[in-house]
């Protein structure tokens, strides 16, 4: 059992940027890759950056450039930079960890991102 608590999330102005952090616990010793993913009312759930446990990053086009996925693997961290923030990421957002040698996928909680115009 692997428990994912993201924190960081509020309002900002369009332009504006945020951190996002998402801390691992219980039976971490097996998280392989970790990942970020969004839910807005009305869109489907967009997986949209993705980071291995050796730092190897992917990004969906719709982030590319502007948000950058990061890890601590000593803290059991992962983080979400957002930068040039629009009104169109306002989403709840979630981090997920790959697990064990099938990678079971385990999910947080979410946290609200709110983009104003």
């Known amino acids: 059992q692997v428990q994912l608590v993201e924190s960081g999330g509020g309002l900002v102005q369009a332009g504006g940027s945020l951190r996002l952090s998402c801390a691992a616990s219980g039976s971490i010793s097996s998280i392989n890759a970790m990942g970020w993913n969004r839910q807005s009312p009305g869109k489907q759930r967009e997986l949209f950056a993705t980071i291995s446990s050796g730092g190897s990053t992917n990004y969906a086009d719709s982030v590319k450039g502007r948000f950058i996925i990061s890890r601590d693997n000593a803290k059991n961290t992962v983080y979400l930079q957002m930068n040039s923030l629009k009104p169109e990421d306002t989403a709840v957002y979630y981090c997920?960890?790959?697990?064990?040698?099938?990678?079971?996928?385990?999910w947080g909680q979410g946290t609200q991102v709110t983009v104003s115009s």
């Open positions: 997920y960890a790959g697990w064990g040698h099938n990678n079971y996928y385990f």
